[in-house]
């Protein structure tokens, strides 16, 4: 499909950049790995994963080079490379006994570690299902149940929270935007944020649940009218907001949308919202909900 292919383009840009933290069934090579005083060697290739074993209490000796902050417990580890492209020398001179990564990339990522005889397990986190089942299964696999159990409890409790209060709220019609560097797609509820704009009580006024992000074109984009544009923003955020705020200040394709003449497009902070689910997700809803409702509150 023709979006697949723009948006593993914008992904291969973005691998250059080295700034982003990356659905399929959980994939684990069967091979002995390594130990070191009794204790896993564990690489985590991505800061979502990096957060979610840090917060299982295991310790981690490979971690993603990153421009996001890593937790304390990671420091004195070694950088293992982009999350888009890790060094698989510097991960294999680790002797990991497991690496736990992404599936975002696709097979031919996976396949790299089974080439070079590397133990891993990958999850799934696009979406805040995924997101709960990969920390069900890190918590199996690391014997730290009852610390996944806990982080399960949170996020779901806060889930019903944000339900209720949706309940009794008018649905908004949202456009959710995805930005990188030199392009912009639309994210659809099956995308995570779309997601969760639609667990806080938004409604994505593309209804497309065949794939997490699309691309339009004028006409269509033409014929829309959200009642406000939510926009993730990756890679460089403070230049690629200001070309899409040119792009919507000149474009009258844009300009004929009401949610942008009224000033109505919100750029969301990537620390909570992304491509990828993580555990800053119990804020983010209460932050997404706000977004959504704050003029009915």
């Known amino acids: 499909m023709k979006c697949k292919k723009i948006l593993s383009m914008i992904l291969a840009g973005l691998m250059?950049?080295?700034?982003?933290?990356?659905?399929?069934?959980?994939?684990?090579?069967?091979?002995?790995?390594?130990?070191?005083?009794?204790?896993?060697?564990?690489?985590?290739?991505?800061?979502?994963?990096?957060?979610?074993?840090?917060?299982?209490?295991?310790?981690?000796?490979?971690?993603?080079?990153?421009?996001?902050?890593?937790?304390?417990?990671?420091e004195g580890a070694v950088e293992v490379g982009n999350p888009m492209n890790p060094d698989l020398e510097i991960i294999k001179s680790l002797n990991p006994s497991i690496v736990v990564s992404v599936d975002t990339l696709g097979s031919d990522y996976m396949e790299l570690f089974t080439q070079n005889n590397i133990p891993s397990e990958f999850v799934s986190l696009e979406s805040l299902d995924g997101l709960k089942n990969a920390i069900e299964t890190l918590g199996e696999r690391f014997n730290a149940v009852e610390k996944a159990d806990d982080l399960l409890n949170q996020i779901e409790q806060k889930e019903g929270e944000v339900k209720i209060k949706a309940e009794s709220l008018e649905k908004k019609d949202v456009l959710v935007l995805f930005a990188a560097p030199g392009a912009t797609m639309i994210a659809t509820a099956k995308s995570y944020v779309g997601s969760l704009v639609e667990l806080v009580g938004g409604k994505n006024i593309v209804e497309d649940n065949s794939?997490?992000?699309i691309t339009y074109n004028k006409e269509d984009l033409a014929m829309l009218d959200p009642e406000?544009?939510?926009?993730?923003?990756?890679?460089?955020?403070?230049?690629?907001?200001?070309?899409?705020?040119?792009?919507?200040?000149?474009?009258?394709?844009?300009?004929?949308?009401?949610?942008?003449?009224?000033?109505?497009?919100?750029?969301?902070?990537n620390n909570y919202f992304g491509m990828s689910a993580n555990l800053k997700v119990i804020e983010g809803l209460d932050l997404l909900s706000d977004i959504v409702h704050g003029d009915e509150e």
Do not use: R
Not at 21 to 45: K, R
Not at 228 to 241: C, D, N, S
Not at 245 to 251: G, K, P, S, V
């Open 211 to 213: 794939t997490s992000f």
């Open 16 to 74: 250059t950049l080295g700034l982003i933290s990356c659905s399929s069934e959980s994939n684990e090579n069967i091979i002995e790995g390594n130990s070191e005083n009794g204790e896993e060697v564990v690489v985590a290739t991505s800061v979502a994963v990096v957060k979610i074993l840090d917060a299982l209490g295991v310790k981690i000796s490979g971690v993603p080079t990153t421009s996001y902050e890593l937790p304390s417990s990671t």
């Open 228 to 269: 406000m544009i939510l926009v993730m923003v990756h890679a460089l955020p403070e230049q690629t907001k200001a070309a899409l705020e040119a792009e919507m200040a000149t474009d009258t394709a844009w300009q004929s949308i009401n949610a942008v003449k009224e000033g109505k497009v919100i750029y969301l902070d």
